[in-house]
Nanobody, 121 residues
Framework: QVQLVESGGGLVQAGGSLRLSCAAS????????MGWYRQAPGKQRDLVATITNRGSTDYVDAVKGRFTISRDNAKNTVYLQMNSLNVEDTAVYYCNAQVQSKNRAAYQNYWGQGTQVTVSS
């Protein structure tokens, strides 16, 4: 019953900013890894940024200095602040997380439904 719901996508002009949110729900005990991926038309799904439960972050080179990943453990939510957007950032952005539910000991991997980000020139 665990699910990840994404929001915040939309249309923005080059140079603008956008903040994506992903909220996990459904009998959650704990969440370890959380991350953002993106997939452009005709391309594979690529990693954008990750964050651990202790707040350690990693970014793909293409977004370093422009994107910031963060999380609110009390709300089981991960965010992606995107600044200085360019046309190459256009893609469907997906939330990903390793979640331990209250009735199971093992962690399971979950994906959000994806949210469209379109950057116009």
């Amino acid at each position: 019953q665990v699910q990840l719901v994404e929001s915040g996508g939309g249309l923005v002009q080059a140079g603008g900013s956008l903040r994506l949110s992903c909220a996990a729900s459904g009998g959650i005990f704990s969440i370890s890894y959380m991350g953002w991926y993106r997939q452009a038309p005709g391309k594979q799904r690529d990693l954008v940024a990750t964050i651990t439960n202790r707040g350690s972050t990693d970014y793909v080179d293409a977004v370093k200095g422009r994107f910031t990943i963060s999380r609110d453990n009390a709300k089981n939510t991960v965010y992606l602040q995107m600044n200085s957007l360019n046309v190459e950032d256009t893609a469907v952005y997906y939330c990903n997380a390793q979640v331990q539910s209250k009735n199971r000991a093992a962690y399971q991997n979950y994906w959000g439904q994806g949210t469209q980000v379109t950057v116009s020139s």
